[in-house]
């Protein structure tokens, strides 16, 4: 058991936390994090911008943060509020940021 352990903790270490928090939880509830990045860049439209409020969300979310629509809301409800401390968190958020931005990949 032990050993299983000490193969397993890298495995979660390395995954960081928007593919160990982010992206597992929105495949176990199939909402489309590329579709959700696409409607805080429409609503807030500069990185800096889009990164607040998702930190912002993330730590407390209600629905007049929410950038989803009422029908997913009304499916999956909101997001529980997140256990991951401010570091991860804002890690978590610049993978996300650096994985969808159209920035510099547009020719």
Known sequence: MAR???LLIPLIVT???YRYNCVAC???RNLSLEALFFDYLLKYSSERRVK???Y??????TKKKAV???DVIKREGLMPQT???DTDLRKAINTYWEKYKVF???R
């Open 4 to 6: 299983f352990l000490m």
């Open 15 to 17: 995954a960081g936390p």
């Open 26 to 28: 929105h495949q176990r």
């Open 52 to 54: 607040a409020a998702l």
């Open 56 to 61: 912002s969300f993330i730590k407390h979310p």
């Open 68 to 70: 989803a629509s009422e």
């Open 83 to 85: 256990t991951l401390n």
């Open 104 to 106: 510099g990949k547009i």
